[in-house]
């Protein structure tokens, strides 16, 4: 609506710059009776103006590389804990699953019963629907396991009979979550006629999946906790940044921005401080990673097992970066939301 | 270009600073506004910016009465008025370029369209060369011009300019009042707020003394 600068007056002095006005205005006409072209370009310039913006917030922070690294590093961190802790999880979980799979029940049959009422009674368990599958193991196919595994071999040969009983190995559904179902099923077994004994093996893993349970909990309780810290942190220092740029606040909204144009550089600057704190994270925790993984090695084949130390996979560390560059945002929104609005030009 | 009917403006201490006032600058005149300090010069153009609003009465800029601009609507409605400052109030870490891109950028203007007007406006008040720089390297009058090209650059209807020759010395004072007739014969209505009579009183142009916030003298 502006009205133009160097209307039709004739001044020698302003007439080179009024025609190139002129074709400049008539530039613009032209421009304007396509519609779509011109939301084209000021939705081309928007973007630019983003791009723009949210380079210039990079810089700012690099132009001052000590105090950013220092709360880059905080949030680091901060995002280090709970990531960390959630990749033991994951590591312990999976070293679990393959004890998991051992988590059977063994019933000893009694004595006097023999192979055909034996079988018979594994079939009968097979039936139950929490059960997923059984073994039966006859006294003599029990003595030649054992045979093999112990090393008492030899020594076996002098016995005059058989000491072993029947075994019926049952593996529960795996559900391993539910405890009370295995109890439930243990109790059962134990209960029927021809079982001297019913023994669970390695109660413990289930214990280790409650311990687990209560670490999963740990970590996202932790997690939300440093979570808020990372906010309160980056609205801190997101408020020192409007405060440092009090002035010039003033004067853009006085040539005409709007509260988006104003709020945009410290919205990047609060996702560039998320991101970065996300990305210091992830280095932290692969060089926690690489250092405890010698001595998980080392301990794993003491135990003569195959296990090496899993990082963080590809889509966790993306949901590290971008969930890190959101708590950035979102610090910055609230202290953007509770600082910009008092500073008007006075 | 902007009317002023019987406006009041009391601020929330109770104190008036501008009682009844009423005036009117035409579309392309140029009025100087004077008065002593406290005389409600400031508060005048405060008005006219939506950085106050009036208590009472009527101020109507272009045709738009600013009481039914809501808060939102405030930043376009100022992009259609050129600002220029005492202190020129420049970003001193940005380019002397930047500087006077700056209400191009808020606008959302395209980057060749910014280069040009930019250029242009520089090439107005005398700073081609000079875009590069940062503002600290430039003198006072310098520093004032390059305000005065951030004020032009969208080609605004209408140019305020408060104390614009406050901190500079007569010659070079004189020569941003000629840069300011120089806009304001190419059309642009201009109202700059001074207190330096000597000045303004060999220039000829409208002057509008304010006193206790009422208009003491309208004249050349």
Redesign the interface.
């Known amino acids: 609506?502006?009205?133009?600068?160097?209307?039709k007056?004739e001044?020698r002095?302003?007439k080179k710059?009024?025609q190139?006005?002129q074709q400049?205005r008539r530039k613009i006409e032209k421009g304007a009776t396509h519609g779509v072209i011109a939301r084209n370009?000021?939705l081309?310039?928007?973007f630019?103006?983003h791009r723009q913006v949210a380079k210039e917030s990079l810089l700012r922070l690099l132009a001052t590389p000590f105090a950013s690294l220092m709360t880059w590093l905080v949030i680091a961190i901060a995002l280090t804990l709970p990531v960390g802790l959630y990749v033991f999880l994951q590591n312990a979980q999976q070293l679990s699953q393959e004890w998991d799979d051992a988590a059977q029940i063994s019933v000893y049959l009694e004595q006097n019963i023999n192979a055909q009422q034996g079988q018979k009674l594994a079939q009968h368990i097979e039936s139950w629907n929490v059960v997923q599958q059984v073994r039966y193991i006859s006294p003599d196919e029990a003595l030649e396991e054992f045979k093999q595994s112990s090393g008492f071999g030899d020594a076996l040969q002098y016995l005059n009979e058989n000491p072993l009983p029947a075994v019926v190995v049952v593996s529960p559904r795996t559900d391993s979550s539910n405890l009370r179902l295995t109890q439930v099923l243990l109790d059962r077994l134990q209960a029927l006629p021809d079982v001297e004994q019913a023994q669970l093996d390695l109660q413990w893993v289930d214990r280790l999946f409650r311990i687990m349970a209560l670490g999963q909990r740990m970590a996202l309780t932790l997690g939300l906790l440093l979570g808020v810290a990372v906010l309160l942190v980056v609205g801190n220092t997101v408020r020192l940044a409007i405060e440092s740029r009090r002035?010039?606040i003033?004067?853009?909204?006085?040539?005409?921005?709007?509260?988006a144009?104003v709020r945009r550089p410290f919205l990047y600057t609060g996702i560039w401080y998320g991101l970065g704190g996300g990305l210091l994270a992830w280095l932290l925790v692969n060089v926690v990673i690489y250092w405890l993984s010698g001595s998980v090695a080392e301990l794993v084949a003491a135990y003569d097992g195959d296990f090496g130390l899993s990082g963080l996979g590809f889509l966790t560390t993306l949901s590290l970066w971008t969930f890190s560059a959101l708590l950035g945002l979102l610090g910055a929104w609230l202290a953007v939301g509770r600082h910009l609005s008092k500073i008007?030009?006075? | 270009m902007i009317n002023f009917e019987k406006v009041t403006k009391r601020y929330e201490d109770g104190y008036e600073a501008l009682s009844e006032l009423s005036f009117h600058v035409a579309q392309g005149e140029m009025a100087f506004l004077t008065g002593h300090s406290g005389a409600g010069k400031s508060t005048l153009l405060k008005l006219v910016m939506l950085m106050e609003r009036s208590t009472r009465g009527k101020v109507v800029v272009s045709g738009r009465d600013l009481s039914e601009t809501t808060r939102r609507k405030i930043p376009y409605y100022r992009r259609n008025i050129g600002l220029v400052f005492q202190d020129h109030q420049l970003l001193f870490d940005r380019s002397v370029f930047d500087n006077v891109a700056l209400p191009l950028v808020i606008s959302g203007a395209q980057p060749k369209e910014i280069g040009r007007r930019v250029r242009a406006a520089l090439d107005k008040v005398g700073l081609l060369s000079k875009e590069k720089l940062l503002p600290l390297a430039l003198s006072g009058g310098e520093q004032q011009r390059v305000g005065i090209a951030r004020a032009v650059v969208n080609k605004p209807a209408l140019l305020l300019a408060d104390e614009p020759t406050g901190n500079l010395d007569p010659e070079l004072s004189a020569e941003i009042m000629r840069l300011f007739e120089q806009f304001n014969q190419v059309g642009v209505t201009v109202m700059i707020a001074t207190h330096d009579l000597s000045l303004i009183a060999r220039m000829r142009h409208r002057i509008l003394t304010l006193q206790q916030g009422r208009l003491l003298s309208d004249g050349a």
């Open positions: 609506m502006g009205l133009n600068m160097w209307p007056k001044n002095e302003h710059s009024y190139k006005n400049e370009q000021r081309n310039s928007y630019m103006h002035a010039e003033v004067v853009v909204k006085l040539v005409g921005a709007t509260d144009f008007e030009p006075q």
